[in-house]
């Protein structure tokens, strides 16, 4: 964290005690780039990493009472920014592992019987792999319809594994990216969830 000169630290944090907003927007203007550039190097993802950074800063505010006890804020503030991007970090990855499993069961889903958002989920899946070149379409379907596994897959077409591998892995950040830009990742997971 930027060191920041210890008696203006010690102001702030006795002003956010007290409920100070300005002074707390003070200290978030001061933390923040920091906070974020480490987000984003862990989680590769702005919206994470935005939201990692907020809620590390709704937490701050929320323990705004303690601050003005707070001897090494560097210290306090470090283990609260870990904690928080350790917390996101596993929050994301079972996301994707929820996600990952509504891609492989979406296929099948009766669309009349599921709600309006998770129908949109399901038809932009569809319609993001129907633009895929048709090797990719080809191996994902093996994948996903046929269930075949990656060693399988890379076998029928003469293909490495490895390239089964990386083509799955690229076709699946291509299908988060259209969620997470159509809103719809929560949709997605939401019927996941609700299906099990």
Do not use: C
Not at 36 to 41: D, M, N
Not at 100 to 121: D, G, R, W
């Amino acid at each position: 964290m930027l060191p920041v000169p210890h008696h203006k630290e010690r102001t702030l944090l006795s002003l956010i005690a007290a409920g100070d907003e300005a002074a707390f927007r003070e200290l978030h203007d001061l933390y923040w780039n920091e906070v974020y550039s480490l987000a984003i190097a862990f989680t590769k993802s702005p919206q994470v990493a935005e939201d990692m950074v907020q809620e590390v800063f709704i937490r701050l505010w929320m323990k705004r009472d303690a601050l003005g006890h707070v001897e090494n804020f560097n210290a306090f503030f470090r283990i609260m920014v870990r904690n928080q991007l350790i917390s996101a970090l596993r929050k994301n990855k079972k996301q994707e592992k929820d996600l990952q499993a509504f891609i492989n069961t979406a296929n099948p889903v009766e669309l009349h019987s599921i709600a309006p958002e998770v129908k949109e989920a399901i038809s932009l899946v569809s319609k993001t792999i129907s633009k895929l070149p048709d090797r990719q379409q080809q191996i994902f379907r093996m994948s996903r319809e046929e269930g075949l596994s990656h060693d399988d897959i890379a076998a029928r077409l003469n293909l490495s594994k490895k390239t089964v591998s990386n083509t799955i892995t690229i076709i699946l950040a291509l299908i988060r990216k259209q969620l997470y830009k159509n809103e719809l990742l929560l949709a997605g997971v939401g019927y996941f969830i609700v299906s099990m």
